[in-house]
């Protein structure tokens, strides 16, 4: 098992074919879905032929990048994954984007908030990331915590094409960052 980083509740890991199960149980479950997609087929198959090999080339193409599996510590249960990696769309240089996806057991226990900010703690820390972005549906209140409280500020709200037939689409998506110096600040204020 190869850990990416630990935390006082939380061991984040590579994904593995032991993984298939849980990825599968959390991408086809509504609740988890909600502001994700408006249909959910998934087959088990499909996680472990396309799903783990892609999250598999981004530890080979792009190290220190990618998606994490989310342990418990204390009960070795399976939460979920986070991801760190250079968006889809036209990133700038040094821009990372910071993902997660937590099982309802999860949700409300702050496991979000504290593997978030491991994950942009360490982009910054380590691999000289100089702006984590972060985006969601504007209703997704439970995200955009999660992202504020990882240091996340919001920057703006827009239309995504992606969540068009997704539930409460017309209220927009937001965007949340933070940039190197902003973090710097946070750091050394924590030391004073």
């Given at each position: 098992m190869r850990i990416y980083l630990e935390t006082d509740r939380l061991v984040l890991r590579r994904?593995?074919?032991?993984?298939?199960?849980?990825?599968?149980?959390?991408?086809t479950d509504p609740d988890v879905m909600r502001y994700l997609t408006p249909t959910i087929e998934l087959t088990a198959e499909e996680i472990r032929t396309e799903h783990i090999p892609n999250y598999r080339r981004w530890y080979d193409t792009t190290p220190?990048?990618?998606?994490w599996a989310a342990i418990e510590r204390a009960t070795g249960t399976f939460l979920g994954w986070f991801f760190l990696r250079p968006p889809a769309h036209d990133p700038a240089p040094g821009e990372v984007e910071l993902g997660y996806r937590l099982n309802k057991a999860a949700w409300g226990r702050g496991?979000?908030?504290?593997?978030?900010?491991?994950?942009?703690?360490?982009?910054?820390?380590?691999?000289?990331v100089e702006r984590v972005v972060a985006w969601t549906m504007t209703i997704n209140t439970g995200s955009r915590r999660v992202m504020e409280k990882a240091g996340l500020r919001f920057v703006k709200t827009?239309?995504?094409?992606?969540?068009v037939g997704i539930e409460g689409a017309e209220h927009g998506d937001v965007e949340y960052a933070l940039t190197r110096a902003e973090w710097a600040v946070a750091q050394a204020a924590q030391v004073s």
């Open positions: 994904m593995t074919e032991a993984d298939v199960d849980d990825l599968l149980a959390l991408s220190g990048f990618g998606y496991f979000g908030a504290e593997g978030a900010r491991a994950v942009v703690e360490k982009g910054f820390a380590e691999f000289g827009f239309d995504d094409p992606d969540s």
